[in-house]
């Protein structure tokens, strides 16, 4: 059994989107304010503590729900039917989708929706809805009534009031009893209904009037749920906070704590002891009345004193001392925990406390300690399940256990958290029911910004969160998942060749707030000088750069159109003639040349004449999808006008490369600077003053054989970047680029006012 799907509506960002499970490992990405923490507390809050507010419910949903009320007070109770579906609308769901094995339906019989139902999926809607329609009415009403009565009492002339009394509104009514009046209901969903994703957008199915919910917890024989999440909160040694501050009593002692508690659940002896226990107790115990002599011993020169002042008196109790010594005492204290540096003298270690070792060693162990734990306490190892009351429902092992991890890489370096990723199903699985049995599953859940965390992950585990803006006024943004599984066809080429070449660079793509291909090593180095010198507001965007050649950037297109992801394409010409067995050749106007590159010939523009590519206007080299929101433009040499001589006339240049291009833009920086290999070479080319024709062929002949590295780091160590004029066709991509990344307005809904794109998850919209 596991968990297939779930479809998540109304919480927070998440309108309507499915999020797809692996059988073993999933992992959220995206770029910030996707709705990657969002899904893990829609999952945490559904599955687990059931504890909401009203920033769960997303922000525009607010309208619809404000209307109602307005109705509610224009009826005053006069006609007016109420229906608690009509408010359930706008209120967070979450569709959990089962699929079950055959030998594991005694599970979930309770679940099954029909005769007819044949196994496999089975679903079950977990959704917020009022308590008692009737009385979250009247409370409104009267809430509201009782604020008018004091606004007139104060006001008898109904002049303009400048103060605000609540409730102003029905949310603003919730704000304060959202938990008096909303509460979470199930309902069984039928599996012949269940409609696939259109465009990105979940269709759960509409419930049947009249339909009952659930009686209880639906899944509480089905599945342990443990999370962990990403404000862990470790100790600095630095921190002055005194032992009042209630953080520092939270955050003192992290793993000490977690061992406490490991220790009291599952090896404390005075729980239910067995044989093994009795040498401890034994130990205990004598210790405990040694003790007890050495107390007696010093407090009897005290006591005689006291008996001095006349106490104890006649029918006074007398004062007796006796200590009672427990396991826990041991662990409780902030040095419990301890980590050996070196061997000291005769055997006596140095040690330091745990606050004092690095926080990334402290994260790691914490995380890895917590995930043990759970699994143990899933399993009832040890203490657990004596302690557990035998032949009782609290005593039955669910089938499924589900761990949710928050961030995992905070205060780790790269190759600790690949490890983590590596091993922590692994961990999760370290016991011997669960690696001889099938009837138990585990699905690990991570969230993460790093991408070498999702450098270690094949792309059937990736979910990428995609922010969609709003379509309309009085819309927020929202979000909605890809399931990466679905990028290539099964066994496609395309795929092994993406997935090996992210592998062996990054997977920054997945975090960011745009992409930029480039074609090589002089762009890969140049581009970023460009835009930190260039593109201030394009400088302080989230870009992924990456260097993937003319004749591969195309292999990348099907994965920039499931993430919907504003691409920069900056390529090469790349003209050659069709004539001479597609030899390479300086580009030229009318003479039936073709382009050799690939993502010109079959992704953008999609022609492969010359000629067409340098006359086609700006507006043909973007391709927008208006479906998933995102633009994706291409870059290449265009003609440019320059002087070969100051008097001269301005000429026309055709660039092949980037490089060339590049000195065409900075002809006159060429001729004076020093340089060796290819800045020798430029220069000297240019300074013979010969044709525009002859110029291009010296600068094709010198790019042959020429180290394009080299180069870039010759001008970057030489030439002030503010002198460097960026090419032309380069700076209109990037010009391009920056627009496309300025952030939209959308409306507010509370204010009535444009606010800006990005908004706080803590505001209720994702």
Known sequence: MHIKFVEIQNFRKLKSCRVEFT????????????GKTTAMDALIKFLDVKDFTINDVTLSNWLGINKIGERWLKCNGENLELDKDEIGNFLPTMDIWLHVQDDQIHYVTHLIPSLDWSGGLLGVRLTLEPKDIESLYKDFLNSVKSTQGI???????????DISLWPKDLRDYLSRKFQNHLAIKSYLLDPTKCLPINKGQAQPQILPIGNEP???DPFKSLFLVHHINAQRGFSDPANKKTDDDESAKRIVGNLSTQLRKYYNTHLNPTKSPDPTDIDALQAIEKAQSTFDIKLREGFKNALDELENLGYPGFSNPKISISTRLE??????????VQFDLIDGYNGNELRLPEQYNGLGYQNLISIIFKLMRFRDEWMKVGKVAKNAPKNQEDFIIPPLHIVLVEEPEAHLHIQVQQVFIRKAYEVLCNHPNLKKQTNFTTQLIVSTHSGHIAHEMPFS?????????????????????????DVFGQGDETERFVTRYLQSTHCDLFFADAAILVEGPAERMLVPHFIRHKFSDLNNKYISLLEIGGSHAHTLKPLIDYLGLTS????????VDPNNNNTAIPPARNQSYVTGNYTLKTWLPNKKNIDDLLN?????????????FYSVRVAYQSPIKVKIVNDGLEEEALPYTFEDALVFQNLNLFKNIEGNGLVKKFRNAINEKGTMTELGKQFFEALRNGKKAEFALELIFKIDPNELEVPKYIYEGLHWLEEQLQ?????????????????????GVL
């Open 743 to 763: 952030v939209k307005p959308s409306f507010n809904v509370d204010a009535g006012e444009t606010i800006g794109e990005t908004v706080d998850e803590t505001a």
């Open 461 to 485: 585990s990736l979910r990428y969160f995609r922010r969609i803006p709003p379509k309309n006024k009085g819309e927020v943004p929202t979000s909605i998942v890809v399931n990466l599984s």
């Open 23 to 34: 059988n073993e490992t999933t992992l959220f990405v995206g770029a910030n304010n996707s």
């Open 151 to 161: 606004l007139l009492a104060v006001n008898p002339n109904n002049k303009e009031n």
């Open 327 to 336: 396991p826990m005492d041991g662990l409780n204290h902030e040095s419990a």
């Open 616 to 628: 086609l206007q700006e507006e043909d080299k973007v391709k927008t999808s208006e479906e998933h």
């Open 568 to 575: 920069l394409i900056i390529t090469d010409l790349d003209s």
């Open 214 to 216: 659930i009686d209880g």
